[in-house]
């Protein structure tokens, strides 16, 4: 069959990805082809994804839009690889952010303002160029978050592109807690102002908590043929009241919405996959053992790394000068033993750093704590970058205590080298929809401390490739977790055997995206 996935993200262009969704729309379309599908994907082009040697621009589009007349171009990168044909649509609006910037820093009083109105026009685009045949005779339209969700509506209420309806629509759930809302009306960037003449059921796409506010993610899950969340635990979780009080998180205002998907039918949790490396048998034997980068070798890439984010901005960033400093320190005082590494890598944000943050008895943070029971006989090293308030946080720990180092950036190198280097990767997230740092990492043989919420659940067992912990509050979880590294802290030092079988365990373990797409076509794409 023939699937048109949509999105926003695709790390198959090199700068096409922020998060997650980019390695799934890189990764699940190969893997789809594999088992003979055939797949286009399309994104926005930003600015920078049209220009591409291998660009062929192929069409223009007349969209209507904001009451006038877009006019939208369509590329198509050559050359197309095993069954898979990528495409990118360019406006002005789509690098309003700068070139190559995916997604805009809107103020909190008008969150996702700038990207609402982007990525309703990305859908417009992609709407008319399937009704323009652009793409050829499509069987399946995959559209992904509430980026893309704007399609579902036109689908359903626009005569222009009724003919949509003879083409199954499935719909992703990357993060639901994140859905787009903007207002249906008043404002520039609102439901009416791209779609004034529109005539809608508000029942089926506007908020059920702001009854005059739109929400795409909403509407995306009430419209499709098929919802799916991207992993089996997650799509169980978000069917209950979110509380965040007590550190669930749940449907996010949706469960209703989620339920009746759920009783009709149409909702289907299926785990992201992840890519390995084709090993033989020798390289088996010895990828737990070997680690690419010793502790020394490790620190002077992250001094490199530093030095080139140092270079790339006018003033000296606080988090990089401390980083730096510990980095002299640790490279100076060479242990007698070799150093515990704990690792982290992802994007700052609450969702990750919550746990972190958590104040606990003696007054001090979790992380802190952490830190304290790791003593001298480790270092922490966590790589990323995001919200402003976090990285101020964990720079302000990194400023107080030797043994951590806040890289404050992202390097593809210095990521990889912490999951094959690290001894224990910790993801305390407070939810998780699937996640794909702790499969990279059990990918490297190094085990994963995380809390057993959503894909966690689904790719970690307990003591047996991984540790895990739960709690019903905020607070309940830190002390897990404290207690849970605590018993996984003795583990490392006192059971080297044991630790080892833990280790292969996590390397043994198998996420194939071939798995996935043969989910997908079963529970998505089949009639």
């Given at each position: 069959m023939k699937i048109l996935m949509a999105a926003a993200e695709n790390d198959a262009f090199f700068g096409g990805k922020v998060g997650g969704i980019g390695d799934v729309v890189r990764d699940i379309p190969l893997a789809l082809a594999s088992i003979g599908q055939?797949?286009?994907?399309?994104?926005?082009?930003?600015?920078?994804?049209?220009?591409?040697?291998?660009a062929k621009h192929v069409t223009i589009l007349q969209v209507m839009f904001a009451g006038h007349y877009q006019t939208v171009e369509v590329f198509k990168i050559d050359p197309d690889i095993n069954n898979v044909t990528q495409w990118v649509i360019e406006h002005p609006l789509f690098s309003q952010g700068g070139q190559g910037k995916i997604y805009c820093d809107d103020p909190d009083n008008r969150p996702f303002a700038s990207d609402a109105t982007k990525f309703a026009l990305f859908s417009?685009?992609?709407?008319?160029?399937?009704?323009?045949?652009?793409?050829?005779?499509?069987?399946?339209l995959h559209l992904h978050d509430w980026h893309t969700a704007m399609v579902s509506v036109l689908r359903a209420f626009d005569p222009e592109y009724q003919q949509l309806k003879s083409i199954k629509t499935v719909y992703t759930i990357h993060n639901l807690a994140l859905q787009g809302i903007r207002p249906i009306a008043d404002d520039e960037s609102s439901l009416k102002a791209w779609f004034p003449s529109l005539s809608f059921d508000p029942s089926k796409i506007n908020d059920p908590r702001y009854n005059h506010c739109y929400n795409p993610m909403r509407a995306a899950i009430k419209l499709s043929d098929k919802v799916h969340a991207v992993s089996p635990t997650y799509a169980q979780e978000i069917l209950l009241p979110s509380n965040p009080e007590h550190g669930y998180i749940?449907?996010?205002?949706l469960e209703l919405d989620l339920r009746e998907a759920k009783e009709t039918g149409r909702l289907h949790g299926i785990l992201n996959g992840c890519e390995y490396p084709v090993m033989d048998s020798e390289d088996e034997s010895k990828a737990t053992k070997t680690k690419?980068?010793?502790v020394t070798k490790?620190?002077?890439?992250?001094?490199?790394?530093?030095?080139?984010?140092?270079?790339?901005?006018?003033?000296?960033?606080?988090?990089?000068?401390?980083?730096?400093?510990?980095?002299?320190?640790?490279?100076?005082?060479?242990?007698?033993?070799?150093?515990?590494?704990?690792?982290?890598?992802?994007?700052?944000?609450?969702?990750?750093?919550?746990?972190?943050?958590?104040?606990?008895?003696?007054?001090?943070?979790?992380?802190?704590?952490?830190?304290?029971?790791?003593?001298?006989?480790g270092i922490f090293i966590l790589l990323g970058s995001g919200d402003s308030a976090l990285e101020n946080f964990l720079t302000q720990i990194a400023a107080k205590r030797t043994n951590f180092i806040f890289l404050k950036g992202y390097s593809e190198a210095l990521s990889e080298n912490l999951y094959s280097t690290g001894d224990l990767f910790l993801m305390?997230?407070?939810?998780?929809?699937?996640?794909?740092?702790?499969?990279?990492?059990?990918?490297?043989?190094?085990?994963?401390?995380?809390?057993?919420?959503?894909?966690?659940?689904?790719?970690?067992?307990?003591?047996?490739?991984?540790?895990?912990?739960?709690?019903?509050?905020?607070?309940?979880?830190?002390?897990?977790?404290?207690?849970c590294?605590?018993?996984?802290?003795?583990?490392?030092?006192?059971?080297?055997?044991?630790?080892?079988?833990?280790?292969?365990?996590?390397?043994?373990?198998?996420f194939l995206w071939e798995d996935v797409a043969h989910d997908y076509?079963?529970?998505l794409y089949s009639a």
């Open positions: 055939q797949v286009d994907v399309v994104i926005p082009g930003y600015g920078v994804f049209s220009k591409l040697p291998t417009a685009s992609v709407a008319k160029a399937i009704i323009n045949d652009v793409f050829g005779q499509i069987d399946v749940g449907g996010e205002g690419k980068l010793g490790l620190l002077q890439l992250c001094e490199n790394e530093l030095l080139k984010w140092l270079a790339n901005k006018p003033l000296v960033d606080s988090a990089h000068l401390i980083a730096t400093t510990r980095i002299k320190q640790l490279t100076c005082d060479k242990p007698k033993k070799k150093p515990l590494i704990l690792t982290s890598v992802g994007r700052i944000t609450d969702q990750k750093v919550r746990l972190f943050q958590q104040t606990m008895v003696n007054g001090e943070s979790a992380l802190e704590n952490i830190l304290s029971m790791l003593g001298n006989k305390p997230s407070s939810f998780e929809p699937c996640g794909i740092s702790q499969m990279l990492a059990m990918r490297a043989g190094q085990p994963c401390l995380a809390h057993d919420v959503g894909g966690l659940s689904d790719t970690i067992i307990n003591n047996e490739n991984g540790f895990t912990f739960n709690g019903d509050t905020p607070n309940e979880q830190a002390i897990n977790l404290l207690n590294f605590d018993k996984v802290l003795s583990l490392k030092l006192d059971n080297t055997k044991q630790w080892n079988i833990i280790a292969a365990n996590a390397f043994k373990a198998r076509v079963t529970y």
